[in-house]
């Protein structure tokens, strides 16, 4: 085992005792007469009397849950049934904010589209109101699916907020993503009602997307509505206007529906078929989501921003913020437009207390030789969160060099899949150089080897080996449930394989070393190979593909495709441009390739599977004799030609 990591920074006994996690600790030990040497015994606590622990949650936090006889009648994955009989609402908690801070700034919109505005708690609480009533005016119900494609702004807040305080379900798509992309999401679910905005700007460039809106309504036959957000070009025809859905004078309802009742959809793709439709409940969210302000250290007045697009998972997950009473700042526009200190502006003009981003965000910084601190004024900013990709020690030490020394910086790891994170940061604790600080409470994360086997000090699978309530409650059209169990439960009967990773340490960090499996990861968007292939198969010269990213701890990301074009054609410029375009038009231009390699064959399985995971273990510098057993192959002959590759990458580095 090597030595500990550095410690970085270090809360002082002041600031460790002001925190909710240290809040939280006192209340166990009033309320429920437990005491913990530190926090391993309290995480092992946590994961095994998961009952008491879940309820702690609810109590402590006052949350609206209530009518249950039982937490967990069953521990088991998947098919874990929490609460059973307890009823929530997603929107509930957020009420009592409307009421009592009505005139006070709950959000702060940083624009290129519409400028900075921004909006008081009562406004908010009017908007949701009214777009609730003209959902109902719509004949929009509990269970009716309400999907959009639009950017991060109020006017998704708003649309998601009255969709789910109905117990309708609502899905998301952010507008840079492709047609073809977006209707495979959507065209699954079913939905009635969908809302797009006209267009946008980004990086100082106009996007006009009412042709796609159109052409992506015309591909989901169940839409009985279609609203159009006319930020640039106007209200198109056949097309009712979003303003219209702002009328009139109602105040917001949270309709309390079953603890695991749908609550959105969110998507993660694999290597074959469709995106999968993840569906959580409004139960399991609202727990999970409030257990973040323990390992965040949010609470009623903090200013908050995690810098992220609609379509990603922290999109869901910054609510968490705005339920506890914080001001949330939405960033809309490109991090480099003017330039790379734009954001930090943000940070610095609105007072934020806490900023969180992807990692690539933080790495992009570094490498344009920004230095934010010595420009600008963060004397309210105390907290710094990264996520999306592991950041590398090098990222701890050019934040603490070059944005602020006395701050928390807590980098968290998670995923779409169960809408949290497995290890993240605990404000009492000190921080290490490219640790991550601790297994977030309630989650029984662990590394286990390839027989499943625990691992310390080692790298191995990243695992949950007890339930979680925000774990999906299945995939939407997975009626047998077969596709939910070869996502996650495979490998290890019973027990939740993530595809990260991870190494625990001794002291009790972790460090997350990126993907396991064949997912692409790019700058902390997720996406299924199979959504790549589709776009460059479908070009009459391609015969076949094989996408491998080679996103790993401390090396740059770098994606790369290998192209086996038809007979009698080259991957020469022109082909190359045509595949980009091809991914540019039905994924999106964040998965473009940063290198095209033609092949001969792409390596199969007898059954016929493209072998992703093995190639992308041997470009990793894996055993050439232990990464694949050529055996299985159908072609083992094709391996060499990646053997080769794999030696020239090498030899370039």
């Not at 790549?532 to 495709?561: H, K, P, Q, T, W």
């Amino acid at each position: 085992m090597t030595d500990p990591r550095p410690i970085l920074w270090s809360p002082t006994p002041a600031r460790a005792e002001a925190t909710v996690m240290a809040d939280y600790i006192r209340w166990l030990e009033t309320e429920r007469g437990l005491s913990f040497a530190d926090y391993p015994a309290l995480w092992d606590w946590s994961v095994s009397d998961l009952e008491g622990f879940w309820t702690s949650i609810i109590e402590f936090f006052d949350l609206p849950v209530a009518g249950w006889s039982e937490v967990l009648p069953e521990r088991k994955m998947p098919g874990a049934d929490w609460f059973p009989g307890a009823t929530t609402s997603y929107l509930a908690p957020f009420l009592r904010h409307f009421a009592d801070k009505s005139d006070e700034t709950a959000l702060v919109l940083w624009s290129e589209t519409f400028g900075r505005t921004r909006m008081t708690w009562g406004e908010l609480s009017a908007r949701i109101g009214a777009a609730q009533a003209a959902l109902r005016g719509m004949g929009v119900g509990q269970g009716d699916r309400v999907v959009a494609i639009l950017p991060n702004a109020p006017e998704a807040l708003i649309a998601f907020l009255a969709t789910v305080g109905l117990g309708a379900v609502w899905s998301l798509c952010a507008p840079d993503m492709g047609q073809a992309a977006i209707v495979d999401r959507f065209r699954q679910i079913e939905p009635k009602v969908l809302i797009a905005q006209d267009g946008y700007v980004h990086g100082g460039r106009t996007y006009d997307r009412r042709a796609s809106a159109e052409e992506i309504a015309a591909q989901l036959p169940t839409l009985a509505h279609r609203v159009m957000v006319p930020a640039l070009f106007g209200l198109p025809e056949g097309w009712s206007a979003w303003e219209d859905m702002q009328q009139g004078d109602h105040a917001p309802q949270a309709e309390m529906v079953p603890f695991s009742h749908p609550l959105w959809i969110v998507y993660s793709s694999g290597t074959t078929g469709n995106p999968k439709p993840i569906v959580h409940g409004h139960g399991g969210a609202v727990l999970e989501g409030t257990k973040q302000a323990l390992h965040m250290d949010i609470r009623d007045g903090d200013r908050f921003c995690w810098m992220t697009s609609s379509g990603w998972i922290m999109w869901n997950c910054q609510w968490m913020a705005l339920g506890r009473g914080a001001r949330v700042a939405m960033f809309d526009g490109a991090p480099n437009h003017p330039d790379m200190l734009q954001v930090w502006r943000m940070v610095a003009e609105e007072g934020l207390t806490y900023f969180g981003a992807g990692a690539a965000f933080f790495m992009g910084c570094e490498k344009a030789g920004v230095k934010p601190g010595a420009e600008l004024d963060f004397s309210a900013l105390r907290s710094l969160g990264s996520t999306g990709s592991p950041l590398s020690q090098e990222g701890y030490d050019w934040i603490y060099r070059e944005v602020k020394r006395n701050l928390w910086l807590a980098p968290i790891s998670g995923g779409t899949d169960i809408a949290g994170a497995f290890v993240l940061g605990n404000p009492m604790l000190p921080v290490r150089a490219g640790e991550m600080q601790c297994r977030a409470l309630g989650n029984a994360v662990r590394a286990f080897d390839e027989a499943g086997k625990e691992l310390i000090g080692e790298v191995g699978e990243l695992v949950c080996t007890e339930p979680l309530p925000s774990m999906p409650l299945f995939f939407w059209g997975d009626e047998d449930g077969s596709r939910l169990h070869e996502s996650y439960f495979d490998t290890y009967p019973g027990v939740w394989r993530h595809g990260d990773w991870i190494e625990i340490t001794p002291e009790g960090g972790s460090v997350i070393y990126g993907r396991s499996d064949a997912t692409i990861n790019r700058r902390g968007l997720r996406l299924g190979s199979s959504e790549i292939y589709r776009a460059v198969e479908g070009l009459d010269e391609v015969m076949d593909s094989l996408v491998i990213d080679l996103e790993f701890l401390g090396r740059d990301s770098f994606m790369v495709l290998f192209v086996v074009p038809r007979e009698g054609v080259a991957l020469d410029d022109a082909l190359k441009g045509k595949i980009a375009q091809a991914i540019r038009d039905s994924v999106s231009a964040r998965f473009l390739p940063d290198e095209m390699v033609q092949m001969a064959e792409v390596p199969r399985t007898l059954s016929g599977k493209k072998l992703e995971v093995p190639v992308k273990k041997l470009l990793l510098g894996g055993d050439p004799a232990k990464v694949v057993n050529r055996d299985s192959m159908a072609n083992p002959a094709s391996f060499d030609a990646y053997l080769a590759y794999a030696a020239s990458r090498a030899g370039q580095a």
